[in-house]
Each structure stands twice: as structure tokens, then as C-alpha cells.
């Protein structure tokens, strides 16, 4: 197998700056000459001995010259915690690319189906953490990220130099700085990153990946990043990840409340919501999220895709952030109202979407 050099910086540089859905083997396709495989020979060692080390001091580094990354190539033993909407399908992408993956679940029966794809599994955070070089987290939220990373049997007892955590949960900035103190307290590595994108681009690999923390790590696992998601951001310290996520959702589900009130408004006035779904679609404010869930709203139909109540504390979330610099928020505020009033309602575990229900209850409300 031919072999060929690759200067350092330039590969670190392609890989820095990469476009949308740039792995690895395309950043290193970039530079003047490269080898995308990232050599067996590194399988099951700590990721401190991973070859993208070298690359930051300036050396040269050898790889192999094939033509394509696959992810059997990668060395890692990847851990994976939480298996719901989101954690089984991303999980499962790396199985199916040829990844050594070990899962774990609160709810065991969830990891039957990825075992049977060919996943390990473990009974505790713990131990996949010592299983592993780097351990994902999808949990639901900031309690239960906490939990399972620095819990009794959590992921932070598993962890020890030359390893990796990854939360890719969507919780706040304090939330992400308890659990990276927790996993760095053991020498381990730390990034935070959290993922724009629901259960669809979960499962197919089209996730955006807001990271933040270990640079290092981060280098570490965008072949994984890459797999499951089509881009990734790079943005700074711990929090900056969790930070840009909660703004994000904080914009999502006031465009969702704002859209359940015009499509109820145009239904008030005589007009087919249906037809305002496609004008919508057509014009400046067109979004995937009204095109996608729209025709489904006007049916009252609200399949699970991303769930009400983890919008509603995301919302929560990204107004304690405002508060926390003094940022007005009163769009955000109305729209967290409204979707209290849906979880009051028992919809909690329904697609957001169905934050509509809680403006029709309201308007039977008052118009008694
Ligand atoms: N769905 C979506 O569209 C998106 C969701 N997100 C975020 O990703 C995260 C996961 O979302 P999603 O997969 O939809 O959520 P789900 O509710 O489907 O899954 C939540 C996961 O957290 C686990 N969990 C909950 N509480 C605990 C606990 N106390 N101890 C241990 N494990 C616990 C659940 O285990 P069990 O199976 O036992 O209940 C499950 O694995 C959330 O932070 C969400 O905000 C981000 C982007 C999109
Ligand atoms: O956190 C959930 C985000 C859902 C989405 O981006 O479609």
C-alpha cells in the first residue's frame, strides 16, 4: 500500500475550516497529498495515541493512501448512553458504518435492537465508559445528563486518562461545566455537542453538531460527527455548544407557536390553512419546520419527532441564559407560556407541533 506524507498544519487547517459535511478524509483530500485511513493499528488504543496528535506540532505524519475513510478504519471503542428519539438512530449510524459501538439505556428493552445490529452492552454508564476510548451521551435533559455522567455508576467512574466524553444533549451551560469537571477530575477529555436536527436527519446522518470544549477531542471523533451528522461547528470554550443550541430552539419554538397562531387565525377568517402552509413554503419565511409538520398540524395529527416537553425546557433553558446577561426575551417568554399551558395538557410527549392545541384550548377558553 502506497504511502504518502501530509504536512501538519495543512491538514488541521482543512479539517478547521471544512465546509458543511466535510469529513476527515475530504478535509485531508484537501491538502496536497493524502491518505484518508486512519490505520488499524491504533484500534483499541487510548486516543491519546490517536495519529491526529502529530499533526498540531508541526510534524509530518504517514498514512496509508486509500481511497476512502470508512469507519471500521477508526479506532475508537464508542460508547453510547441514552437510547431515545435521537440516541438510537445515531447510534445505530455508527453501527452500520462499522463501528466497535457499546450501549447502555436506563430502559434496557431499548438497547435489544441495536445489540442485535451488533452493539455491545453494558449495565452501567460505568461501564461503557471503561470500555471505551470515547462515550457519547443523549440524554433528556440537564438532570438526567448529570446522572448518568457523574451519578453512582455513572459514565465520569469509567473514565481515566486517554479517554473521551461527548455530551450531545441539549442542556445549559452550568449544566455542561458540572459534567466537564466531573470528566476532566479523571484526566479524560471533555466536548460538549449538542445537535441541531430531529429523528429524520438522525437518521440519516444529516445532523448539525454545535461543539464546544477539548479541541483535541474534537478531532478526535469528527469521523463520528461525521457520520452521524452533515456538519459540525467548532465553537470555543464549554457552554459556547450549549449556548448556541438554546438559542437555536429558543427561535424554533417561538417560530412553531407563532406559526400554530396563524394557522388558526387563517382558519378563524374562512381561509384552508392547507393553502397557507404552501404560501408559506413559497415565500421568504419558508422553513423545512412549517413544510414538514404543517400538513400534519392542519390534520390535528402531531407524530413524535422532537417532544413537547423537551422544547418547553429548552425554552426554559434559553431564558435563564437571557436573564443571566440581561437579555429581553419577551417573544420567548409568551411562547414558553404557551407551551406550559400544552404540557399541562398532557401533551408533553407529543411533537412539539402540537403546541396548537394549547391555542385552541385557550380560545375555547375564552370565548365561554
Ligand atoms: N428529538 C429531537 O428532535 C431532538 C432532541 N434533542 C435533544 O436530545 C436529547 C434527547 O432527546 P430525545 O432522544 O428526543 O429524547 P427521548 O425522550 O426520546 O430520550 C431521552 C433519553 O434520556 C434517557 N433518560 C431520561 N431520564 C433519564 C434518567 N433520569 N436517567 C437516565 N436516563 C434518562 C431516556 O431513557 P429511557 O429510555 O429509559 O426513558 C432516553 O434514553 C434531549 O436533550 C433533547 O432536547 C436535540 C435535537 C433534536
Ligand atoms: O432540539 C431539537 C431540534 C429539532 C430540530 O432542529 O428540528
Redesign the pocket.
Known sequence: MAMTFVKANQLSTAILTSPPKTTVSTAMAMCSSFSPRITKQFRGRPISSFPVKPLFSGSFKAFSSQATTKADDIPARVGFL??????SPMAQNLIKAGCDVTVW???KS?CDPLVSLGAKYKSFPEEVAASCDVTFA????P???V??ACGKHGAASGMSPGKGYVD????DADTSKLISGHIKATGALFLEA??????KP?EDGQLIFLAAGDRYLYEIVAPFLDIMGKSRFYLGDVGNGAAM?LVVNMIMGSMMASFSEGLLLSEKVGLDPSVLVEVVSQGAISAPMFSTKGPSMVQSQYPT???LK?QQ??LRLALGLAESVSQHTPIAAAANELYKVAKSRGLSDQDFSAVIEALKAKLQHQTK
Open positions: 441514552g437510547l431515545g428519539i435521537m440516541g439505556n436506563r430502559t431499548k443523549m440524554l433528556a435533559d438532570e438526567s445528563a446522572e448518568v450531545i444533549s441539549t442542556v449538542p445537535v441541531s436536527g430531529s429523528k438522525a443550541k419527532a422532537f417532544p423537551h425546557k429548552d
